[in-house]
C-alpha cells in the first residue's frame, strides 16, 4: 500500500512542478526550494517578532492592551508586522510539511538521509510547540481557549496528574510570573528551531538556506498584500476565566488538533500523535526488499521525467 501512495504522490509532485515549471520557470519553482522557503519564512517570523516583542508588555494586566496597541494604533508598522508574523508563521508550517510529503513521495529519507529526516520529524513538533505557545501570548479570548485546552490536554500525563489546570480556576491565579514564562518560552523555543534547522542540513551536500531572490521578493510581497487585505487581530476581547469563549476562529495550520481535545478522550488525542510520530520515524528503517522496490521505482520516474534540483533534497 506504501508503494502505490508513494506512486501516487510522485506522479502528483511531478504534474504540479510541471506546471509551476511552466509559470515560473525551472530554477525559479518553489517546489524545488522548499526547504529554503521554510529557512526564509523563518527568517521573517524572527525578524516581525522581534519588532512585535520591542512593544509588547509581559504582563497579564498589560499584555492585551498593548497588543491592540500595536495592532490599531501602529497599524502601518506594528499591525503589519503582527499580520506578517502571523501569516510566515502558517507559511512555514505549510512548507515544511509540503517538503516533507516530497521527500516521502521521491523515498529521498533512506540511508545517509535518516539523519535529516529524524531531524525534521523533530523539527515539525518544536515549531508546532513554538506556534502554540505564540497564540496564548495576545491573552485574548482564543489565548485563553488555547491555554486552558493546552494544559488541560498536558494534565492527562501521570507526570502533572491535573495539577496544571487549577491555576486557570480563577483569573486571579494567573500571575505575571506565569505570562514571563510563556514569553520565555517564546523566545527560548525558535532558538532550539534554529538551532535544529542548522543540525538538519549538515549531512546534505550543498544544502542552500536561501530560495532565489525572485521567490523572496514574490513572497515578501505576498505576506504584505495579507497583511493590509486581511489583517491578523485579536477575537472576543481580554482574557477572563471567568467566563467560556464564544465562537472562535482557529488557525487550522496551527491548532487543527484542538477539537478533538473535545471530541475524544484525551489519551485517544496522545495516541494519534504519538503513533503518527512514530509510523514517520520509523520510515527509514522499513524492510530491505521495499526499500529496493521503492528505488527502482524512483529512478524509473526520474529517467522519464525532469529532474528535482532542490539543493536540501539531494
Known sequence: MTKHLQSGMRWLFLRVESLFDAAFGDAPNPLRHLGAISFFMFWVVAVSGLYLYAFFKTGVADAYASVQALTGDQWYAGGIMRSVHRYASDAMVLTMLVHMLRHFAFDRFRGFRWFSWMTGVALVWLVYVSGINGYMLPWDKLAQFVVVASFEWLDWLPMFDGVLIRNFVYQSNVSDRFFSLLSFIHVGLPLLVLLLMWIHVQRVPNASTNPPRSIMVGLLLTLLALALIEPALSQGGAA???????????????????????????????????????????LPWLPLKFRRDAERKSMRVHATASPSTENTSK
Open 240 to 282: 477572563d476565566f471567568g467566563a467560556v469563549p464564544g465562537t472562535l476562529a482557529l488557525d487550522w495550520f496551527y491548532l487543527a488538533v484542538f477539537p478533538l481535545l473535545y471530541l475524544w478522550p484525551l489519551a485517544r488525542v496522545w495516541l494519534l500523535l504519538i503513533a503518527a510520530t512514530a509510523v514517520f520515524a520509523a
